[in-house]
């Protein structure tokens, strides 16, 4: 029974198995083999002969495990094991070999001894099935990327030749004439396939399926001429959009018509070719009129997030690095935009406003100072339109601000003084000192006046030395700026006031310079600069400025007079010291504007009939000052004008030349140069070429000398001469005044009477004759 089940068991579990495999198995449970003398090879091929194979195999396999165990090589003959007729065989042998066994098949598996042909049938399948699996192959062949490249895109250029329609003029004007009648969304989507084909040019995308191909440069300009002029209002009668109404500032979106989701998949096509176009054109005007046709979609891009966002970037890059034009449209697009979505995109576009604001006033010259300061008025006004978001950037960079300051105070290393003393940060101060300004009154962003003014205050600070001065300078006329637009008084003057009682304005420069400083596009300055006479001439030019500007801001404040003192006993201080007239007349005229002020506002106070405490009183009393104006106020609007006409000339790069008075060089002429010579070559007849190089020095000498007349004229024009200079010019006017006097002109030698000269006297050897005393 208990082999009985055993078999039964291992036919029900592993029906798949062929019968050979099964009766080994019941061998090998029944302990008729030993499992630890045969490889799985032998278990699986071994036979049913009889009991003296099975020895032998015993044996076999003990002489294999003392050859180190190498497994039998199989046989071509044990391939066909499998077939029906060796299984018949085998199980007759079973019968004379193991009657026992053979019984109890009988009594239990009836389908084992009655083997058919149908098993055979099976095995042969199986064959079959394995010859028909995929066998990988040792090695896998390398496929030709090129030629692979090459088929794709002939196949492409052959679909682009059936289906490209080339664009001509003719079909423009049909399309134009469609436009006037009755725009048709077939009409329309014809044209934007074409407007597609036109931007894929500018792009070189090749291979870019389009409907349509463009190879005229003349089609393609009348092209994009004809989708700027008429586009927007063909899309606007297709859509059946209301014209708005003057003074109305909402705009009319085009997804409010019914037709909107029936052409919204050629609508978008056109708009995102429209920012494409943008992102690949150079020519100014080109971009300009391009920019003003997207302004006029801005309905449209704000029903389109995703070509929005590309419209938003390409607006912000034209709005940093274009001209003077393209910056203007592209702002004014970003604001209408940000303006009808603030909650959506204005975020976004302060944040990438500011960083290309930063990116692009790196470097500062009077070529790029106007466009540094457009972006300032136009991101200040871009933050106003929200002042909830305008806080939390404006905390955030000027936080960043106060954090590089504090790092170089405390580490006191080159790189951290570089991070602060640069052309970025001193604009990003002046952009926030605008920012606020501009929103001014606001509850919401007055809290950060105070941190503001400490970071620039600060910055002043870091190194207070001479070289620094021109940033000294910019940083006060930020201070200015805040104090004016948002009533705060911020102590400005001391700064002013340092630097004259530090410079020695007396002491001669060392260094004639005519070109004067622009103090308005440096930081600072060389050690060369320091010397010249320019440096003091324009640093005197600009603290007059700067002190004027800051009184004119507090010219109405009933505390003027306190407010003056201490400039008035600087000023005056100054000019007994100073001894230069130029710099005496300037500091004179300031001091008697500011006294004059002075007085103007104390007659107007001991008039009043409030006290200090009253501050609703003192309001009213300084606006009504405001109104009717003050002497200070008075010149310094006609001041202003001027002063800003010779910023221009500065900006402009043009040179003062007309308060220098230069004087005028004569110098001959070619055909008097000319007469000189021939009449030269008359007097003088030379034997040799030494003669002749005699004459050209005794010419250069002479043309030396006229210069040297000149610089001597600059200098008494200047009053200081340059101490290392006017030494080297003493040394060579002692050189040069035997070729400028007025004696005459010694007798020309021959070379033969010359030769004798240099001979000289035959000498004479005479013997010494001394006397007793020597």
């Not at 002029?229 to 009668?237: E, W």
């Not at 006191?412 to 052309?423: I, L, M």
């Not at 003056?564 to 006993?569: E, G, Q």
């Not at 010149?635 to 008075?661: A, F, P, T």
Request: charged share 30%.
């Amino acid at each position: 029974m208990c082999l009985g089940f055993v078999v039964t068991t291992v036919r029900v579990c592993v029906p798949c198995l062929p019968a050979s495999v099964a009766v080994n198995l019941y061998r090998w449970i029944s302990g008729i083999w030993k499992l630890e003398d045969l490889s799985v090879d032998e278990f699986m091929l071994s036979g049913f002969d009889s009991h003296e194979e099975d020895a032998c195999e015993d044996e076999e396999s003990t002489q294999q495990k003392g050859k180190m165990k190498k497994p039998a090589p199989q046989k071509t003959s044990d391939k066909k094991q499998g077939k029906a007729s060796e299984h018949k065989d085998q199980l007759s042998a079973l019968k004379s070999n193991d009657p026992d066994f053979y019984e109890f098949l009988q009594q239990n598996d009836q389908k084992l001894l009655n083997f058919d042909d149908s098993d055979s049938l099976e095995d042969e399948d199986e064959d079959e099935e394995e010859r028909m699996y995929h066998r990988l192959p040792s090695q896998l062949e390398e496929a030709d990327d090129d030629e692979e490249e090459e088929e794709e895109s002939e196949k492409k250029d052959a679909k682009k030749s059936k289906e490209a329609t080339k664009v001509t003029e003719a079909m423009i004007e049909n399309w134009r004439a469609g436009l006037t009648k009755e725009p048709t969304a077939k009409l329309i989507r014809d044209i934007t396939q074409a407007f597609k084909a036109a931007v894929a040019t500018t792009k070189g995308d090749s291979e870019e399926l389009c409907r349509y191909t463009i190879s005229d440069s003349a089609v393609f300009n009348s092209l994009v001429l004809f989708c700027i002029k008429d586009m927007h209002a063909a899309l606007s009668k297709m859509l059946k959009l209301k014209a708005p109404e003057q003074g109305q500032k909402k705009l009319i979106l085009p997804s409010s018509s019914p037709r909107w989701q029936k052409n919204q998949i050629d609508i978008k096509m056109y708009v995102a070719g429209v920012v494409q176009l943008l992102s690949s054109l150079t020519q100014a005007t080109v971009i300009a009129a391009v920019l003003r046709h997207a302004n006029q979609m801005v309905p449209y891009y704000l029903c389109l997030p995703k070509q929005c966002r590309h419209l938003l970037k390409s607006l912000i890059k034209h709005w940093s690095t274009g001209e003077e034009t393209v910056r203007v449209l592209a702002f004014l697009a970003l604001n209408k935009i940000c303006r009808h979505k603030q909650e959506i995109y204005l975020n976004s576009v302060l944040k990438q406003m500011y960083i290309a604001y930063v990116k692009n006033c790196k470097f500062t010259s009077p070529n790029t100072l106007p466009m540094i300061n457009f972006m300032q008025r136009t991101l200040a006004e871009m933050y106003s339109l929200d002042t909830q978001v305008s806080y939390q950037h404006a905390f955030i960079y000027i936080r960043q601000l106060a954090i590089h300051l504090r790092n170089a105070i405390n580490l006191k290393k080159k790189e951290t003084y570089q991070s602060v003393y640069n052309w970025q940060y001193v604009h990003c101060l002046y952009l926030w000192c605008r920012v606020l300004s501009t929103i001014y009154p606001s509850e919401v962003l007055e809290p950060l006046l105070y941190p503001l003014c400490q970071v620039i205050i600060g910055c002043i600070k870091l190194v207070p030395i001479s070289r620094y001065y021109p940033l000294r300078l910019h940083c006060v006329r930020a201070i200015t700026l805040l104090s004016a637009n948002t009533k705060t008084y911020v102590p400005a003057l001391p700064f002013l006031l340092e630097i004259l009682q530090r410079e020695d304005f007396n002491k001669k420069p060392g260094r004639m310079s005519i070109k004067p400083i622009n103090f308005a596009v440096i930081l600072k300055l060389s050690k060369t600069n320091l010397q010249e006479k320019a440096y003091k001439d324009g640093l005197v030019e600009q603290l007059y400025d700067l002190i004027l500007e800051y009184f004119h801001t507090q010219a109405c404040s009933i505390g003027f007079p306190e407010l003056a003192l201490p400039t008035i006993v600087q000023l005056k201080a100054f000019l007994k010291e100073c001894k230069v007239a130029n710099y005496c007349k300037q500091m004179r005229q300031l001091l008697e504007k500011i006294q004059e002020n002075c007085s103007y506002i104390t007659g107007r106070r001991q008039k009043a009939a409030f006290g200090v405490a009253d501050v609703t009183a003192v309001a009213a009393w300084e606006k009504q000052v405001a109104v009717e104006g003050t002497p200070l106020t008075k010149y310094y609007s006609q001041w202003k004008k001027l002063r800003e006409k010779e910023i221009q000339l500065e900006i402009s790069g043009k040179e003062r030349m007309e308060d220098l008075n230069l004087p005028e060089i004569k110098r001959k002429k070619a055909e008097e140069k000319k007469a000189n010579k021939k009449e030269f070559k008359g007097l003088f007849e030379s034997d040799s070429d030494d003669d002749d190089d005699d004459l050209f020095k005794s010419k250069e000498e002479q043309g030396g000398s006229d210069e040297d007349e000149g610089l001597e004229d600059l200098s008494d024009l200047s009053d200081e001469e340059d101490v290392d200079d006017s030494e080297e010019d003493d040394s060579d006017g002692d050189q040069k005044k035997p070729s400028s006097s007025k004696g005459k002109t010694p007798k020309k030698m021959l070379s033969t009477e010359l030769k004798v000269v240099a001979e000289g006297d035959e000498d004479m050897v005479e013997d010494l004759e001394l006397s007793d005393q020597d």
